[in-house]
Structures are given as C-alpha cells and as structure tokens.
C-alpha cells in the first residue's frame, strides 16, 4: 500500500520568515495531495491540495509543489503569521478500481512560529 | 466549521463494552469515511461509505463496523473495546467517491479505561 513520509517532524520559524514542509509518497498511482492544518483540539481543516497533471499551486501565501517523477511535494507557507502555528498534515490519495479512496497521511509537522 | 457533525464529542468507557459514533456529513456530500488518530498510529483511514454503499476499507479491526444510513449519516461501531482503541476518531465528507476534497469533522474522543 501506499507510505508517506514526512519532514521535519517539528519545525520553529521567526514570525514573517518562510517554513517548507516536505512529503514523499511510494505509489506512483497516487493522484491527489491534501495538506491539512489541525489545531489543538480540533479536526483536520484541508489548506490546500494538487493533483498529479499540475506542478505548483499557488493560494495567498501558501503554495505546494509536486514532483512526480521524484515522488515528492512540498507545503510552502510565505509570511508566516502566529496563526500559522499548528500540526500540519500532508497526504496521498490513490482511488482503487471502481474509484473508492482514502486518505494515506504522513506523520505531522509541528509548525512553531516564533514571536 | 466544516459542516460535518459528530457526536458525541468526548466517550469514556470500560474495556470490552460497545460503543457508537455518530457522524452527519455536509449537506450534498455522498461520501463518508471514518479515520482514527493515535499518538502511535497518527492518523489512519479506516473505511469508505458512498451513498449506503461500502467502497473501501483501510485498516478497519473486525471489532469495528459502520453504517450509512438512506439520510447519508454514517455510525461507527467499536465492539469488544480495549485500552489501545483509546484515540480521537474523525468523519470526513466529499461530493463525490475519490478524488475530490475530504472535509473533517470535530472528532469524538474516546477513552477506554
């Protein structure tokens, strides 16, 4: 099955410098990459997501790039502000046969923004 | 707030009882999945429902069963509890069966003493 891995598992930015998150995935048949923010005490909120026939999308100050052909994307956040502290989460979607899915996630990364 | 609902929000309970999870997806989604969050596992899918139908199935235990009912809601079932079931389980929707955005809900946390 699908495995994805995450790094860095925590990661401390000064507030207004940019934080890079970075995911790779094993099974080429993947074709949809979420990115989830959880914060304490609440479930995964979806920030942004790409599919394999696109390389980078772009939403104000986040941003993911995928690489199929190395089998990684990243979480690009620019500007970082308090409220961008929190777990985010990258994952993998690879629909089987009739096109039911779900979700492989990594790890976590423990965005801390610094004051 | 994403629109799914899930409840209860918190469950303490006792080794080997049963207990129920109730989650109501987004108005208009016909996909339900339910995942389960542990500090050792993270967070794993556990099983796939599209319009009362049963689509896909992660690491689900044979303890563990769900539902979705004619209204779309869904139910998860976790018999024969153990302390190790102790986790947060989360409700997802989407419009569709693969592929599109999955919106979670607000979990419910379970304790199992």
């Known amino acids: 099955g699908e495995n994805v891995e995450q790094h860095p598992s925590t990661l401390s930015v000064q507030e207004g410098d940019s934080a890079v998150i970075k995911c790779t995935y094993s099974?080429?048949?993947?074709?949809?990459f979420p990115w989830y923010k959880q914060e304490l005490g609440k479930g995964p909120q979806l920030i942004i997501d790409?599919?394999?026939?696109?390389g980078e999308k772009k939403d104000q100050r986040i941003a993911v790039t995928l690489n199929k052909t190395a089998k990684h994307f990243s979480l690009h956040i620019t500007e970082t502000q308090p409220e961008d502290s929190a777990v985010y989460f990258c994952?993998?979607?690879?629909?089987?046969?009739?096109?039911?899915?779900?979700?492989?996630f990594g790890k976590g990364t423990h965005l801390i923004i610094q004051p | 707030d994403s629109g799914v609902t899930q409840t209860p929000k918190h469950l303490i309970t006792a080794t080997g009882q049963r207990v129920t999870l109730r989650c109501s997806p987004r108005?208009?989604?016909?996909?339900v999945y339910w995942y389960q969050q542990s500090l050792d596992q993270g967070l794993q899918f556990l099983i796939q429902?599209?319009?009362?139908?049963?689509?896909a199935k992660g690491n689900i235990l044979e303890r563990f069963s769900a539902q979705q009912f004619p209204d779309l809601h869904s139910e998860l079932n976790l018999s024969s509890l153990e302390l190790g079931d102790s986790a947060l389980y989360f409700c997802?929707?989407?419009?569709?069966?693969?592929?599109?955005?999955?919106?979670f809900g607000p979990g419910t946390r379970l304790t199992v003493l």
């Open positions: 997802a929707s989407s419009v569709s069966q693969a592929g599109s955005e999955q919106f």
């Open positions: 099974d080429s048949a993947s074709n949809y």
């Open positions: 790409i599919r394999s026939n696109v």
């Open positions: 994952a993998a979607s690879n629909p089987v046969g009739g096109g039911a899915d779900g979700l492989t």
């Open positions: 108005s208009g989604d016909l996909s």
């Open positions: 429902y599209y319009n009362g139908e049963e689509r």
